[in-house]
Structure formats: C-alpha cells, structure tokens
C-alpha cells in the first residue's frame, strides 16, 4: 500500500513540475511564427450566444472569450449560435489542409 501511494505522490509532483513550463504565449512558434497581436481575429459564437475571438493560423487555432472591460462574456450576437464569422483564417500563407 506504502508503495502505491509512493508512486501515486512521485506522479503527481511530476505532473505539477510539468505544468511550470513558462512559455510566451503572446508568439506563434509554428511554421510562419508571427506575434499574435499581427494576425486577424474572427468572431466564433458559442451556443450560448457569446462571443469568442478565433483566429486560424493554417495549421495553429487560437480560442480566447471575448470579455468586455469588467471582465464579463460579451454576446452581441455578432453571428447565429455555433457560427464563425470574419477574417479569421487570412493571417497565414500556410494553407489549412481541412
């Protein structure tokens, strides 16, 4: 049972290490890197009806919910539910194989 739980503790504490990789997170590292304030943003609409910024970099996605200055989803309706809408995909001459 000790050496369960031993091994149970020595996974977990590696899976925590793993998770302090400090990464920038702000630079595409793919094929055409490219700082993500450089690239076009579309707008996804969740089923809910709330907007989320989308950006399709060929083989790269980018997913963030759109918040308004407080900190609150905005769902403006930008779109039907469930539907991407705007230039999203024009950020990269790699081309999205799907």
């Not at 290490?17 to 890197?33: E, L, P, Q």
């Not at 900190?71 to 403006?76: A, E, I, L, Q």
């Amino acid at each position: 049972m000790k050496l369960i739980k031993g091994v149970l503790l020595l996974s977990l504490s590696v899976g925590v290490a793993a998770c302090d990789n400090k990464v920038d997170k702000t630079v595409d590292r793919g094929f055409d890197s490219d700082h993500i304030s450089t690239m076009t943003a579309g707008i996804w609409v969740d089923p809910n009806g709330c907007d989320h910024w989308i950006i399709d970099d060929g083989v790269e996605g980018y997913l963030s919910q759109r918040l308004d200055p407080y900190g609150k989803p905005v769902c403006s309706g930008a779109a039907p539910p469930g539907v991407a809408t705007g230039p999203f995909k024009s950020g990269s001459a790699f081309k999205d194989q799907i």
